[in-house]
């Protein structure tokens, strides 16, 4: 977005400025492209994401319907195949795992965002108000969040679940809140060094109001942390999900999601039926790599302290 | 150091009562209460069993019993699915199980965490270090309940050399997989925070001093560059605790070795409230108990630290 204005702004300038001026973006944007495994990665994740979308229009069966012609002998007629339209095979009940799979990366992706923007969210406002009013209630804001790291949230969620019942959106919701407190950390640690700079005085000076400096200069310049811890977070959201649901305890049925298949792939190993956890395995074991190297790519590209 | 300790114990206390009452809570809130099933009981019978577990109080009070129970006795009350069970005993019976392998999968991940931090970083650049970093970050997106399925499949089913599952009071046979499954990511991440740290110190004047005064890698490592390049290991350390704990919980479903793990997901499965809170609240006080001896490690090892 800035990149476009500032662009357009030197060209019509034409030679009154001869040195471009680079935005912290723009800069972020060169050394991230020049990082080989972060754009691989990128390329990979959009392409799990087009599959995500769009595979359900691929598919010959859904991811209900049972394949009576294959429930007898799951072990060899189930077994990955383009004739029958079993693309990854069919699972151990006789449905088709290419949609069932393609039905856990919605799921599993899903839980990655939305559990990410609600940590974010949730983060960034609290860290952010606890840095800017700093003094006594960033004491007691940063004390709290001392008081509530300390508390088993995995085992909190699973009697959240167990309590009020499995649903997706509480997983999504529960999900979100474990890691939010590290985000306000990171972001209140941030928001201390940004408050003495000169423009938040220049503002203060103009009369801006509190909350309009937060969100107006504060949240903007913190936007680079926020991206890097983001993109980190996400894949630990898969992880946490996908541990609940091996657990049993996750999505349900007939929704799924890649920890339930991998366990369901697991509990029938001995069958010889290795698709049924190679599939999801991959989809799980390669999404996971992009996050990571492209969050590793993203610190790089932005990350102050390299320059 | 005692005021330290005192003052960690005194903030400790009420993340204890929090949880303690956040717990209870949730479980008051469930629908439908422990003894209501699908034939249901006569009034007169429900009654008295209410009265038996002190349902029939006003909260308020059920909260004050309860909280005194677990303070001053460190009475969970009884299971609300085994009648002749207390969560006790429950917990009695999967602990020492869960606290045997969980202390050998942390010794084993830290050591060889180290180990093979310390070799990345000693010959940066070299095969060593792309194999050390190489499988670091394969540990980190094969999670323990995708490791669990794998071992058993190369170890037990393929190769036929280890039991697939079971305890057998903590049997050599039996501790390898568990353990290999508990500590492989764990190690992972020591290994990385080990590697990044030590290239860190290593690149620091004052080892360049010690070289320049011809000490061999030998004395520069073990009497220079290893102690401080080791704190952000240890302060690692404190949220070990919870992960491990969390691990446990796969690798006792998985292996079924009878842990505290497996306790938890068999009374989540059984809606068994008491003694889900039970084990998060031990779970809750033992982060905390964790937390803090890493805390003081940490100061002894710092001296910049003042406590």
Known sequence: MTNVSMTNSTDTQGDVANTKGRSLWQDARRRFLQNRAAVVSLIVLMGVCLIALFGPLLAAWDNETVDWNVLGDIATLGAPSLSNGHYFGTDELGRDLYSRVVQGTQVSLMVGIVGSTIAVILGTLYGATAGYVGGKTDNIMMRIVDILMSIPYMFVLILLLVVFGRSMWLLFVGVGMISWLEMSRIVRG?????????????????????????????????????????????PQMILTESFISFLGLGVQEPNTSWGALISEGASTLQYGTYWQLLFPLAFFVITLFCFFFIGDGLRDALDPKDR | MLAFILKRLF?????????????????????????????????????????????????????????????????????????????????????????????????????????????????????????????????????????????????????????????????????????????????????????????????????????????????????HALKPALLPVISYLGPTFVIMITGSVVVDLYFTTGGIGQAFVNSALNRDYSVMMGITILIGCLTILFNLIVDVLYAWIDPKIKL
């Open chain 2, 11 to 223: 903030y400790a206390i009420p993340t204890i009562l929090i949880l303690i009452v956040f717990s209870f809570l949730l479980m008051h809130s469930a629908p439908g209460g422990p003894f209501s099933s699908d034939r249901p009981l006569p009034p007169e019978v429900l009654a008295n069993i209410e009265a038996k577990y002190h349902l029939n109080d006003p909260l308020i009070k059920q909260i004050w019993t309860y909280v005194t129970g677990v303070v001053t006795q460190f009475d969970f009350g009884p299971s609300f699915q085994y009648k002749d069970r207390t969560v006790n005993e429950i917990i009695g019976q999967g602990f020492p199980v869960t606290l045997t392998y969980g202390t050998i999968s942390f010794l084993v991940a830290v050591f060889f965490g180290c180990a093979l931090g310390i070799t990345a970083a000693l010959n940066q650049n070299s095969w060593l270090d792309y194999l050390a970093v190489g499988i670091s970050i394969g540990a980190q997106v094969l999670p323990n309940f995708v490791m669990a399925p794998i071992l058993v499949l190369v170890f037990t089913l393929w190769l036929g050399w280890l039991p697939g599952g079971g305890w057998n009071g903590g049997q050599w046979q039996y501790l390898i997989m568990p353990v290999i499954a508990l500590s492989t990511s764990f190690m992972a991440s020591i290994a990385r925070i080990m590697r990044s740290s030590l290239l860190e110190v290593m690149h620091s004047n004052y080892i360049r001093t010690a070289r320049a005064k011809g000490l061999t890698k030998r004395e520069i490592l073990f009497n």
């Open chain 1, 190 to 234: 941030q928001t201390l060094t940004l408050k003495s700079k000169e423009y938040v005085d220049a503002a203060l000076s103009i009369g801006v109001k509190h909350h309009v400096i937060v969100l107006r200069h504060i949240i903007p310049n913190l936007l680079g942390v926020i991206v890097i811890y983001a993109t980190l977070l996400v």
